[in-house]
């Protein structure tokens, strides 16, 4: 079974601030891990994902993500945020393999930019 | 390259009606999913196909919903009759195979009154 806990429904950043989107997850079999970003209106655009190589991925539009086993945690990392990042992002599991690749979202963080 | 495509975009309906949606996935897309996303949620899957075979529909609400994806390409998701619990943006992915990178259309948003 796997899970997925993102901390805060709403976080707030002025322009040019560091960015920080946490996200906690739980999985019976080794996971893979995926940011998604939703603008309104819109499908889900994929922004990284963690499959067992490197534990410090980076994305588009400047977003990255450290995977840390020994807190189960994948927390998505912009050093600058700029108005354009306004939306909302979801965090996701999945498994290896099998009927676990099935993906299993987080409840989303909307993340509100001010000037 | 085209993305996935669903229509309708917007669609209102009265508890007790029927309501169909359509999705067009990426050409040479094998798998395709449905998920309903309620408003603050993150989207759940509702049916997984590959080609035109169902893989998983483990959640979904079998006495009401229903879909299908004739020649492996297209597919329609029903709801018959529609609750108002299932106000929510219904969402179409596809990917090359299972293993691979799910791609999202634009969603329809339901709402039932």
């Known amino acids: 079974a796997q899970s997925v806990t993102q901390l805060g429904s709403h976080v707030s950043v002025s322009e040019g601030a560091l960015v920080l989107l946490r996200c906690n997850y739980s999985?019976?079999?080794?996971?893979?891990l995926f940011w998604y970003v939703q603008y309104p209106n819109q499908g889900l655009q994929l922004l990284l994902k963690?499959?067992?190589?490197?534990?410090l991925v980076k994305g588009i539009n400047g977003f990255e993500a450290e995977f840390k086993k020994s807190e189960t945690s994948f927390h998505l990392t912009k050093p600058s945020a700029h108005m354009s990042d306004a939306a909302e992002y979801f965090c996701a599991v999945s498994g290896p393999s099998g009927s676990a690749r099935q993906l299993t979202f987080g409840s989303g963080t909307q993340l509100t930019v001010l000037p | 390259e085209a993305g996935v495509a669903q229509s309708p975009r917007y669609k209102i309906i009265e508890k007790r009606q029927s309501v169909a949606f359509w999705c067009n996935p990426i050409s040479g897309h094998a798998t395709l999913y449905w998920y309903q996303q309620i408003l603050g949620q993150g989207p759940k899957l509702l049916i997984q196909?590959?080609?035109?075979?169902?893989?998983?529909d483990s959640q979904l609400p079998k006495d009401r919903f229903s879909a299908e994806r004739l020649k492996g390409v297209d597919s329609t998701l029903k709801i018959q009759p529609a609750k108002l619990e299932d106000s929510a943006v219904y969402l179409c992915?596809?990917?090359?195979?299972?293993?691979?990178?799910?791609?999202f259309g634009p969603g329809t948003r339901l709402t039932v009154t």
């Open positions: 999985s019976s079999v080794p996971p893979y």
């Open positions: 196909f590959q080609n035109n075979g169902v893989v998983d």
């Open positions: 963690y499959t067992s190589a490197a534990t």
């Open positions: 992915a596809s990917s090359l195979d299972s293993i691979y990178e799910q791609y």
